[in-house]
């Protein structure tokens, strides 16, 4: 009964890196590859689910019955998914969103000066964009990841209520066999309600077990 679990039910996932432009050709941005959302989407789309991707800059191409959405920067991810989680029963964030972005960005190439020895960059803050889809009326099912180096399951935990998420799926991305561009992680989900442990596996076994998990808590709530 896997096949057709979210048939009709509208489903947008974030995946992927943003990039936060300096000048023309420099940038800020983080080692996620887009694996982890790209498998999350290719397993809801299987369960009947429409799929909306909405994509930091990555090398992978769209799984099959996706419709993708490439953005760059957080501010354009944030715009994307305002417009899309409107309408979505499910919204996951797999997406590395950079937290902040340079405040200034030139319009030329930044040059050397002359005896310069150091630069600062002042950065501001990014929207955090599946807070603000958590904090929507009538709001999706919102779940979120959380990629942590230390204390992962009470930070975890933390962001599951200060972000009044649904469910956050954690993952300790100080170990470089798991986590940002790897072929496998390792996670634990934690809702108001349970624990659930997901050991070492490649993405795309663990995205049909997420999605799986993700549709029975999905379903609970709907009948709550
Ligand atoms: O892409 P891969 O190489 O496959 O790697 C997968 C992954 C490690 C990137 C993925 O499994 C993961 O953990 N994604 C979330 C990374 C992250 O930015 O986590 P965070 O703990 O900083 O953010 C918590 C949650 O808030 C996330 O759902 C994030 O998408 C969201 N967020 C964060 C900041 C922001 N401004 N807006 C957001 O929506």
């Known amino acids: 009964d896997t096949i057709n679990r979210l048939n009709g039910k509208r489903v947008v996932i974030t995946a992927g890196p943003t990039r936060e432009a300096i000048d023309p050709v420099r940038y800020l941005s983080n080692e996620s590859s887009g694996k982890m959302g790209y498998a999350l989407a290719a397993a809801a789309a299987i369960c009947g689910a429409e799929v909306t991707l909405i994509s930091g800059p990555t090398q992978l191409t769209p799984p099959q019955n996706v419709s993708r959405i490439n953005v760059i920067s957080a501010t354009d991810m944030h715009e994307a998914a305002m417009a899309y989680a409107e309408k979505a029963d499910i919204f996951i964030g797999a997406a590395a969103v950079a937290d902040f972005r340079p405040e200034h960005v030139a ?40 990629a942590e180096t230390n204390n992962v399951d009470q930070y975890a935990r933390d962001k599951l209520t200060r972000k009044h ?15 940002f561009n790897s072929e496998h992680n390792e996670v634990t989900v934690f809702s108001e309600y349970d624990e659930i442990h997901f050991p070492h596996q490649s993405k795309d076994r663990l995205a049909k077990a997420l999605i799986q998990t993700i549709a029975n808590a999905f379903q609970s709530a709907m009948d709550r």
Not at 115 to 141: C, R, S, W
Not at 165 to 177: F, G, K, P, Q, T
């Open 165 to 179: 998420l649904d469910m956050i799926i954690a993952n300790d991305v100080s170990r470089s066999e798991i986590g």
């Open 107 to 146: 319009s030329t190439k930044l040059k050397k000066k002359i005896g310069e020895e150091a630069m600062v960059i002042k950065l501001i803050k990014n929207p955090d964009i599946i807070a603000n889809v958590a904090a929507l009326t009538p709001k999706p099912f919102t779940v979120g990841f959380a």
